[in-house]
Nanobody
Framework: QVQLVESGGGLVQAGGSLRLSCAVS????????MGWYRQAPGKQRELVAD???????NYADSVKGRFTISRDNAKNTVYLQMNSLKPEDTAVYYC?????????????WGQGTQVTVSS
């Protein structure tokens, strides 16, 4: 089983910064891609950013230039640096990992961490 544990959410004023972390644990697995999604009240979950094992990244238009995703492959950890936060960034942020577990595909989610940006 692969487990994802997120940390780093909280309350911040508009214009501020937060850094989210997500550590993946388990045995006999490899990760192809990791990403961050978010879900605001009454809205569908949406992709914020993802990063492949080779390091190539993808961002939602709404966060380009403000958020940066990175990963430490040795620690199986992905980070999301969020700068210039806006009230519309308020949401529960979920970490996601896709890869192979004992030769089979897996697709796992973290429990979510709340990010609240006040105006």
């Amino acid at each position: 089983q692969v487990q994802l544990v997120e940390s780093g959410g909280g309350l911040v004023q508009a214009g501020g910064s937060l850094r989210l972390s997500c550590a993946v644990s388990g045995r006999s697995f490899s990760i192809n891609a990791m990403g961050w999604y978010r879900q605001a009240p009454g809205k569908q979950r949406e992709l914020v950013a993802d990063i492949r094992s080779a390091g190539n990244t993808n961002y939602a238009d709404s966060v380009k230039g403000r958020f940066t995703i990175s990963r430490d492959n040795a620690k199986n950890t992905v980070y999301l640096q969020m700068n210039s936060l806006k009230p519309e960034d308020t949401a529960v942020y979920y970490c996601n990992a896709v890869g192979l577990l004992r030769g089979r595909d897996f697709h796992s989610w973290g429990q979510g961490t709340q990010v609240t940006v006040s105006s």
